[in-house]
């Protein structure tokens, strides 16, 4: 596939801060934004609404095609399933571990990844996932992989999620992010990887800004030239 605009994939674990710095430089640098993970979400609450298996490859590929799905790239974030706003919904605990079940499906990624192509247009696109920059956009000339670490990562989705006022706790929230992470990396279709070429960054002591500002100097110095 040839580029002919630019595109920044961030990829990387659940937690490690990649939409809130998504769509931060994309709102900087006029771009579009792809939040991939919600396309997968947003799945997974269709499919458990509707009582489907997490394992129908058949029905949950039906359904990835069939899905009428718009989301922004504001603060906070809105996400529109068949012209409802499932933001608040898809957000749960309950459905991100879904999410990470049904991306592990070939036929699951095969159905949605030319729903996340299509996010390419004009002036550029930053694309925010698990294998924006290993799979679906291979050949971007930017990429970054965000990590931090699994207690990190757990104390901020304890305050997101107390903030939605649900009752968590920080332990289960460790193991749960400690489990999807090893899902996510020995999954057969598009394991989470750091793309050849991606600029890794680890925020577990750095702020959103600073991030913003590091994943930033990895555009616009070629931008700029």
Known sequence: ??????????????????????????????????????IYRSLAFAALQSGMHLDDEASLAELAVSMDLVFSADDPPQVWLD??????????????????CVAQIKGVREALLQKQLS??????????????GSVVFKEAPFKVFLTASAE?????RLMQLKDKGH??????????????DRRDLVRTEAPLVRAEGAVLI?????SIDEVIR????VVQSDLDE
């Open 214 to 217: 590091q994943v930033m100097k």
């Open 202 to 206: 680890d925020s577990s002591d750095l």
């Open 1 to 38: 596939m040839t580029m002919t605009l630019p595109v920044l994939t961030i990829d990387g674990p659940s937690g490690s801060g990649k939409g809130t710095v998504s769509r931060a430089v994309a709102k900087a640098l006029g771009w579009h934004f792809l939040d991939s993970g919600a």
């Open 167 to 180: 009752d968590v706790n920080l332990n289960g929230l460790i193991s749960e992010i400690e489990q999807r």
């Open 119 to 132: 996010f390419k247009k004009p002036p550029g696109l930053v694309a925010d996932g698990r294998d924006m």
């Open 83 to 100: 012209g409802i706003d499932i933001a608040l919904q898809i957000g749960t605990e309950t459905v991100g571990n879904a999410a990470s």
């Open 152 to 156: 990190v990562r757990a104390k901020r």
